[in-house]
């Protein structure tokens, strides 16, 4: 963005607990929305009706009570399911917001649209991008409107933005909490900004299993017991 002299914001979020909060009843009504048979759809409802759990605690067992929402952790659908209620959350909340997002190529003709781009997603890593901190804003507080009816909560605490905008101002979240404006940040496990860092973090560790065995080896090594 720089080579063409624009700004760019990108906004980082972060869910509370994604699997344990969604609405359950939303989520068969979505999928039912994305074209899902209404045979596999009826399995699913099966498999999360009068269900129940409980607390392990050292002392003792506590008493059972019904899970009303939620999906299961480490369940290959379960991650199918979050990424569908996610991604309807994220189709309306950014519909009719073009005007918000990050413009790649200007419109050239009728044939010729512009192209936009809003947002990187992998399963709940979610960047939502666009020209300005203020038009990021907006787009954070429509996907936490649209999240929130599906049971899913933004949590402030780590959702952070990065920006190249020169006018620095405070982005906040819906309810009003201003959001960590970092220099840099690792989405899905490199860094945005700087590349020296992960190449100076493979090198660490590639050096780690020869450190070791320098300390293993060592017949001058003091051992105490």
Not at 94 to 120: F, I, N, W
Not at 131 to 145: F, G, N
């Amino acid at each position: 963005m720089k080579k063409f002299n624009k700004s760019i914001t990108i906004c980082f979020v972060d869910f509370c607990k994604t699997f344990d909060s969604i609405s359950r009843d939303l989520m068969f009504k979505i999928l039912a929305l994305y074209g899902i048979p209404p045979r596999i759809v009826g399995a699913i409802r099966a498999q999360y009706t009068n269900t129940t759990a409980t607390v392990i605690s050292p002392d003792r067992e506590a008493h059972f009570f019904e899970a009303e929402a939620g999906v299961l952790q480490s369940d290959t659908l379960s991650l199918f399911l979050f990424i569908i209620v996610l991604n309807y959350a994220l189709q309306i909340s950014l519909d009719g917001m073009e005007e918000k997002e990050l413009l790649l190529k200007p419109r050239q003709s009728s044939q010729h649209c512009a192209q936009y781009v809003t947002d990187l997603d992998f399963a709940d890593d979610l960047a939502l991008i666009s020209h300005c901190i203020k038009d990021a804003e907006s787009l954070l507080q429509a996907l936490e409107k649209a999240a929130n009816q599906v049971g899913l909560y933004c949590n402030e605490n780590k959702t952070e933005f990065i920006t190249t905008s020169s006018k620095l101002t405070e982005l906040k979240s819906l309810n009003n909490i201003s959001i960590k404006n970092v220099d840099d940040f690792k989405y899905l496990g490199s860094y945005i900004v700087d590349s020296q860092k992960d190449f100076h973090i493979c090198k660490a560790l590639a050096w780690d299993p020869f450190l070791l065995e320098a300390y293993l080896t060592n017949r001058h090594l003091e051992v105490s017991f």
